[in-house]
């Protein structure tokens, strides 16, 4: 059974940075496509940012374009995501997720499907306070 190991929550002030890290504990070949999600206090877990691990092709929320950047590890199930300029808003736990290629398209609405990720790790807690 393949898991997600995430590392690097914590906590940091507004305008502040932190890393997150996802390693698969082994190879899957059903694993296309990795991605964040995260749940907010008191509210629905969203989609944060996808990766195509065939093609590198990244999509972001509209909520975090040019703040987060999500990465792969070359040759590798891993991924990064770098969140710069965080908000207060920004706090929650984050999700590292992987799934087939189909996991990486959007819906009408402009998100993802979380039902089309298979592994799903355990979470990592950010906060975003001062």
């Known amino acids: 059974q393949v898991e997600l190991v995430e590392s690097g929550g914590g906590s940091v002030q507004p305008g502040g940075s932190l890393r997150l890290s996802c390693a698969a504990s082994?190879?899957?070949?059903?694993?296309?496509?990795m991605a964040w999600f995260r749940q907010p206090p008191g509210k629905d877990r969203e989609g944060v940012a996808a990766i195509s691990l065939a093609g590198g092709a990244t999509h972001y929320d509209d909520s975090v374009k040019g703040r987060f950047t999500i990465s792969q590890l070359s040759g590798k199930n891993t991924v990064s995501l770098q969140m710069n300029n965080l908000k207060p808003e920004d706090t929650a736990v984050y999700y590292c997720?992987?799934?087939?290629?189909?996991?990486?398209?959007?819906?009408?609405?402009?998100?993802?499907?979380?039902?089309?990720?298979?592994?799903w790790g355990q979470g990592t807690q950010v906060t975003v306070s001062s």
């Open positions: 997720v992987a799934g087939p290629h189909s996991a990486c398209l959007l819906s009408v609405g402009g998100s993802w499907y979380p039902r089309r990720f298979n592994y």
């Open positions: 082994e190879y899957a070949n059903n694993i296309h496509c």
